[in-house]
């Protein structure tokens, strides 16, 4: 008798299954056919945007090449197409080289474009600096040091990638003025921070020596 109730309780399962499937297959295979081209469609995108890394990663080195051999022009050239088509990356990459490319005949034009990427609120907090610390570069001997201090304050934070460079930069600036205590603010910073480079740090032992001694009250 059990085994009859089994026959008759598979039969009824069975019947409801092929209900369900006459009602919903139409909607179970759309379903089934949405997963498979989303998932081919991911794996599409995610191998079209690899070659296009790749592809701007090679042209980004064609660019460098061209740099180094002295073809500022075509560098140029190559680094701005790679700054409007690229990907996001090598695309903030090729605007800081554009700039430098740029700066070789016109370091005007090319602080501006530093200006631009440092204002630039779609790009890193790091990147933002470096763009800052360039553009006060070309123009360290031709602005006020309160230009500089206005640009590279922001930078010299102690959780700053560059404030070192950026530190250095303003006691340089200072001297310049013949602003001997603002020198020296910047200068006891860079001596002051255990990270400083050696380097560095030696640059500015020098210019520390060549300010006039502290007036004693």
Same mark, same amino acid.
């Given at each position: 008798?059990?085994?009859?109730?089994?026959?008759?309780?598979?039969?009824?399962?069975?019947?409801?299954?092929? %209900?369900?499937?006459? +009602?919903?297959?139409?909607? =179970?295979?759309?379903? $089934?056919?949405?997963?498979? /081209?989303?998932?081919?469609?991911?794996?599409?995108?995610?191998?079209?945007?690899?070659? %296009?890394?790749?592809?701007?990663? $090679?042209?980004?080195? &064609?660019?460098?090449?061209?740099?180094?051999?002295? %073809?500022?022009?075509?560098?140029?050239?190559?680094?701005?197409?790679? !700054?409007? %088509?690229?990907?996001?990356?090598?695309?903030?990459? /090729? +605007?800081?080289?554009?700039?430098?490319?740029?700066?070789? &005949?016109?370091?005007?034009?090319?602080?501006?474009?530093?200006?631009?990427?440092?204002?630039? &609120? *779609?790009?890193?907090?790091?990147?933002?600096?470096? !763009?800052? =610390?360039?553009?006060?570069?070309?123009?360290?001997?031709?602005?006020?040091?309160?230009?500089?201090?206005?640009?590279?304050?922001?930078?010299?934070?102690?959780?700053?990638?560059?404030?070192?460079?950026?530190?250095?930069?303003?006691?340089?600036? $200072?001297?310049? $003025?013949?602003? !001997?205590?603002?020198?020296?603010?910047?200068?006891?910073?860079? !001596?002051?921070?255990?990270?400083?480079?050696?380097?560095?740090? *030696? &640059?500015?032992?020098?210019?520390?020596?060549?300010?006039?001694?502290?007036?004693?009250?």
């Amino acid at each position: 008798m059990s085994e009859l109730f089994d026959e008759v309780d598979e039969e009824v399962r069975r019947d409801q299954l092929k %209900k369900l499937w006459e +009602r919903y297959s139409i909607y =179970i295979v759309a379903l $089934a056919i949405l997963i498979v /081209a989303g998932v081919g469609g991911w794996r599409g995108y995610e191998y079209l945007e690899a070659r %296009k890394a790749a592809e701007a990663g $090679a042209a980004f080195d &064609r660019a460098a090449e061209l740099s180094e051999q002295n %073809k500022h022009a075509e560098a140029e050239a190559a680094f701005a197409d790679l !700054a409007a %088509k690229a990907p996001s990356g090598y695309r903030m990459l /090729a +605007r800081l080289r554009q700039a430098g490319e740029v700066a070789s &005949r016109d370091p005007q034009a090319a602080a501006k474009m530093y200006d631009d990427i440092a204002a630039d &609120r *779609s790009v890193g907090a790091a990147e933002q600096d470096l !763009a800052r =610390i360039r553009a006060a570069q070309l123009l360290l001997d031709s602005t006020s040091y309160q230009n500089m201090q206005q640009r590279l304050e922001p930078a010299t934070a102690a959780t700053s990638t560059f404030r070192h460079t950026a530190r250095e930069l303003l006691a340089l600036s $200072a001297w310049r $003025a013949n602003d !001997a205590n603002a020198a020296r603010q910047w200068l006891d910073l860079i !001596a002051n921070d255990g990270e400083t480079p050696p380097s560095l740090r *030696s &640059r500015a032992e020098a210019l520390q020596a060549l300010l006039p001694p502290v007036a004693k009250s």
